[in-house]
């Protein structure tokens, strides 16, 4: 693998030219930070998978600016999928379509369908209208780990294998886009994230839920460990676990409201107000912070299963033990 002097700026010129040479870039989008390479190209996204560190058995989600462009790499568009690409493009919304031939295998790990996603933010917009191919890009992370929702993220783990950062600040949404296909006749969710239920049903009706494939997944984001901290992680009544793990350096990690906790206990409350959006916002920093911390064990409370907790809930069971 190449190694290069990593470089965190705002130039889109310098992303741009570094995607055409054939490289990897990482571009902020309002879910989480994207590793992207030309999505046309296998020799480009070969080196996504190499710097990520991931299994060539997980596809990686296309990104483009609009519809218009989704219908040159989608062969066609179930009506309900139709309905909520026109209502939440752009946005944390990724769509499983049956593929056109244009899009490498190596993108979709040989599956039928392509991953299509038009990101909201206005750097990841501008760069794709600059570019004349799609971007193939899953989040920044080394494979398993946490999601970036800062350059400064991705810059601390991915350092040295990539030239640049495109830096568009903090994620405003901070949890990945909620993915959906359309399968025996059905939408169906595969994977909870930026895009609450609720609104997703407001469009598309009632769906079906398959979030929990294991062996050949059709979204390996939904494998049992992901999004995993180093530290150990116990999720469950925060008061009852203080009592067990009273010998240990604990970190708390709550969704609402601050707890009157025992000196030296590290406390990140995900939102105060019990903001859902707000919480799926802050949960990977947090996260993160302590991870990099001195505690021994990160005790997490789910938030209600509603809105967006549900996202935060997915990400907290998979990132516990
Ligand atoms: O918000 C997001 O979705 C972020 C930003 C960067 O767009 N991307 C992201 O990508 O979360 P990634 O690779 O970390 O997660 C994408 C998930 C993976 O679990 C992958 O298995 C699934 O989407 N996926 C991608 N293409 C697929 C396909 N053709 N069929 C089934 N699952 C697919
Ligand atoms: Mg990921």
């Not at 570019?131 to 989040?139: Q, R, T």
């Not at 495109?166 to 169906?188: A, K, M, Q």
């Not at 009706?205 to 999004?227: C, D, E, R, T």
Request: proline share 9%; charged share 20%; with cysteine.
């Amino acid at each position: 693998m190449t190694i290069f002097t990593t470089q965190t700026g705002v130039d889109l010129t310098v992303a741009a030219h570094w995607l055409r040479a054939g490289e990897c870039v990482a571009m902020p989008t309002e879910t989480v930070y994207g590793l992207a390479a030309n999505a046309l190209d296998p020799a480009a996204v070969v080196k996504i998978f190499e710097v990520k560190n991931r299994p060539s058995f997980d596809p990686l989600i296309v990104h483009v600016p609009d519809m218009a462009a989704a219908t040159r790499y989608a062969a066609s568009f179930p009506a309900p999928l139709r309905a909520l690409a026109e209502r939440y493009w752009p946005g944390p919304l990724t769509l499983l379509l049956p593929k056109r031939a244009v899009i490498p295998d190596l993108v979709t790990s040989g599956l039928p369908r392509v991953a299509l996603r038009a990101p909201a933010h206005p750097m990841a917009q501008a760069l794709l209208r600059a570019l004349p191919f799609p971007l193939a890009a899953p989040s920044a992370n080394p494979f398993g780990y946490i999601s970036p929702t800062t350059a400064r993220h991705v810059y601390d783990q991915l350092q040295g294998k990539i030239p640049y950062i495109l830096d568009g600040g903090p994620c405003h949404i901070g949890i990945e886009s909620t993915i959906i296909g359309f399968e025996d006749g059905r939408t169906t969710v595969y994977r909870m994230g930026g895009l609450a239920l609720e609104e997703i049903e407001s469009v598309a009706g009632p769906v079906q839920l398959a979030l929990n494939q294991s062996s050949n997944p059709a979204a390996p984001g939904m494998l049992k460990s992901h999004y995993a901290p180093q530290k150990l992680m116990i999720l469950g009544d925060i008061e009852e676990n203080l009592l067990r793990y009273s010998q240990k350096k604990i970190g708390v990690l709550a969704c609402r409201g601050f707890r009157d906790l025992p000196a030296g206990v590290l406390q990140i409350v995900l939102s105060p107000s019990g903001d859902l959006a707000e919480a799926a916002q802050n949960l990977f920093a947090a996260l993160r912070t302590l991870d990099q911390s001195e505690v021994d064990v990160i005790l997490a409370e789910t938030c209600p299963e509603e809105g967006l907790g549900r996202a935060v809930n997915d990400r907290l069971r998979r990132a516990a033990v």
